[in-house]
C-alpha cells in the first residue's frame, strides 16, 4: 500500500481535529498560528492516518464500481455475509482469498506508532512507503490465536526528507473479543 | 506553552477527560476525517449480525487521536518527537475516557532536553483501553 500524493490541506486538517475533539486553534486558525513557536497551523499527531483518504485502493472506503461489505439491503453486501454461515475450515480459506473484500476487516488494529522527524503542515505534499515488518503468533484464552502482523510506514515530503515514520501493528483474531 | 525541564520532576502528572459519553455521531466523524470507513464502527446491523459485536465500536486511531490531545495540551505544540500505543481494550459508545501523562524521565540527547512519557487512557470503569509512550523536547 503506497500513496504516491497525500496533499496536507487546511481543511483536512481543520476536519481530522473535530472529529477528535481538539479545539486547540493551532489546528484552524493561522493568524493565531503565526504567532507560535511552530508558526504555522500543523497536523495533529495522529492527522498521518488519514493518508488513507489518499490511497487510490484502500480497502477500508466503499467504491462505485465494488461491492461494499457493509449493510445494504442486507446486513452485508458481499461474500463476508456467506463466510458467516460457512463452515470453520471453508471460512479460514474464503477468509484467505477474500482479503480484498472485506473479511481481513474482521482484523483489529493492536499498536500505532509515530515518530516525528519535523511536524506536518498546510501545503506539504506527502508521499509513503510501505513493508512489511514482523509476524508472530499468540495464544489468547479470550480471543484464541491471535495472529499478529506489524507494516512500517515512512512519510516522506516533495523532496524525499523523511517526515514521519509510522509503525502499525494489526492482529487478526480467532473469535469475537467483546469484553 | 512548551515545558522547561527545570520544572519538571519525574513521576509529575497530567491528566484530561478526553470525552464524555463517546457518541456515535463522533465515530462517524472520525470515519469521515480519517477515511476510514470500516462497518465496525459505524454499521449496526453489520457489526451485530455480521461481525458478531454487541454494538459499533470506536476506531482505535479515534482513541489515540483523543489522547494525543492530552499530550499536546501537556508537552506543547509542535513538540513531540514520538507517540506510541498499545490499544487494550475496545471503547465503546457511551464510555467516558480519561488520558492520564505520566514523567518517566527527564534526559538530554545531543544537548536537547527531552521528556519520556507513560500514557495511559483508561473508561469508566477504570479499565485501561490504551497505554503507550511518548517523547517531546524541552525548553532548558
Same mark, same amino acid.
Given at each position: 500500500?503506497a ?10 486538517i ?5 472529529s477528535?475533539g481538539?479545539?486547540?486553534p ?8 503565526a504567532g507560535?513557536?511552530v508558526? @504555522?497551523?500543523i ?7 488519514s @493518508?488513507?483518504q489518499f490511497?487510490p485502493d484502500?480497502f477500508?472506503?466503499?467504491?462505485p464500481?465494488k461491492k461494499w461489505?457493509?449493510s445494504g439491503?442486507?446486513? @452485508? ?6 463466510l ?7 471460512v479460514a480459506?474464503?477468509r ?9 476487516a ?11 522527524h519535523?511536524?506536518?503542515k498546510?501545503?506539504d505534499?506527502l ?5 512489511d515488518?514482523?509476524r508472530?503468533?499468540?495464544? @489468547?484464552k479470550?480471543?484464541?490465536i491471535l495472529?499478529f502482523?506489524e507494516?512500517v ?10 517526515v514521519?515514520t509510522a509503525?502499525?501493528v494489526?492482529?487478526?483474531?480467532e473469535?469475537?473479543?467483546?469484553n | ?10 513521576g509529575?502528572s497530567?491528566?484530561?477527560q478526553?470525552?464524555?459519553d ?8 472520525? *470515519? ?5 470507513y470500516n462497518p465496525?464502527?459505524?454499521d449496526?446491523?453489520f457489526?451485530t449480525e455480521?461481525a458478531g459485536?454487541?454494538t459499533?465500536?470506536a ?6 487521536g483523543?489522547?494525543?490531545r ?10 513531540l518527537?514520538?507517540y506510541?500505543?498499545?490499544?487494550t481494550?475496545?471503547v465503546?459508545?457511551?464510555d467516558?475516557?480519561t *488520558?492520564? *501523562?505520566?514523567v *518517566?524521565?527527564i ?5 536537547q532536553?527531552l521528556?519520556?512519557l507513560t500514557?495511559?487512557?483508561t473508561?469508566q470503569d ?15
Amino acid at each position: 500500500m503506497a500513496v504516491e500524493r497525500f496533499p496536507v490541506e487546511a481543511s483536512h486538517i481543520l476536519m481530522f481535529a473535530r472529529s477528535i475533539g481538539d479545539t486547540n486553534p493551532i489546528y484552524s486558525d493561522p493568524e493565531y498560528a503565526a504567532g507560535t513557536e511552530v508558526g @504555522s497551523i500543523i497536523a495533529p499527531p495522529t492527522f498521518a492516518q488519514s @493518508s488513507a483518504q489518499f490511497d487510490p485502493d484502500y480497502f477500508l472506503r466503499p467504491k462505485p464500481d465494488k461491492k461494499w461489505f457493509g449493510s445494504g439491503r442486507t446486513a @452485508s453486501g458481499t461474500l463476508v455475509r456467506d463466510l458467516s454461515e460457512a463452515d470453520g475450515d471453508d471460512v479460514a480459506d474464503e477468509r484467505e482469498d477474500d482479503k480484498q473484500s472485506g473479511a481481513a476487516a474482521g482484523g483489529l488494529h493492536a499498536e500505532q506508532h509515530f515518530t516525528y522527524h519535523r511536524h506536518l503542515k498546510p501545503g506539504d505534499v506527502l508521499h509513503t512507503v510501505t513493508y512489511d515488518g514482523e509476524r508472530w503468533e499468540k495464544q @489468547s484464552k479470550r480471543a484464541g490465536i491471535l495472529k499478529f502482523s506489524e507494516a512500517v510506514t515512512e512519510y516522506r515530503d516533495e523532496d524525499d526528507e523523511l517526515v514521519i515514520t509510522a509503525k502499525g501493528v494489526g492482529v487478526v483474531t480467532e473469535k469475537v473479543i467483546d469484553n | 506553552m512548551a515545558l522547561s525541564a527545570s520544572q519538571l520532576n519525574v513521576g509529575d502528572s497530567y491528566s484530561e477527560q478526553i470525552v464524555d459519553d463517546l457518541t456515535r455521531t463522533q465515530i462517524v466523524q472520525y *470515519a469521515g476525517a480519517s477515511g476510514d470507513y470500516n462497518p465496525v464502527h459505524t454499521d449496526e446491523k453489520f457489526v451485530t449480525e455480521v461481525a458478531g459485536y454487541p454494538t459499533v465500536f470506536a476506531h482505535g486511531m479515534l482513541t489515540m487521536g483523543m489522547t494525543g490531545r492530552m499530550v499536546t495540551n501537556f508537552v506543547g505544540d509542535g513538540r513531540l518527537t514520538y507517540y506510541g500505543v498499545r490499544f487494550t481494550s475496545q471503547v465503546w459508545p457511551g464510555d467516558t475516557l480519561t *488520558a492520564k *501523562a505520566e514523567v *518517566a524521565d527527564i534526559r538530554d540527547e545531543d544537548g536537547q532536553k527531552l521528556v519520556d512519557l507513560t500514557i495511559t487512557t483508561t473508561n469508566q470503569d477504570d479499565r485501561p483501553v490504551l497505554t503507550g509512550q511518548a517523547t517531546a523536547r524541552l525548553d532548558d
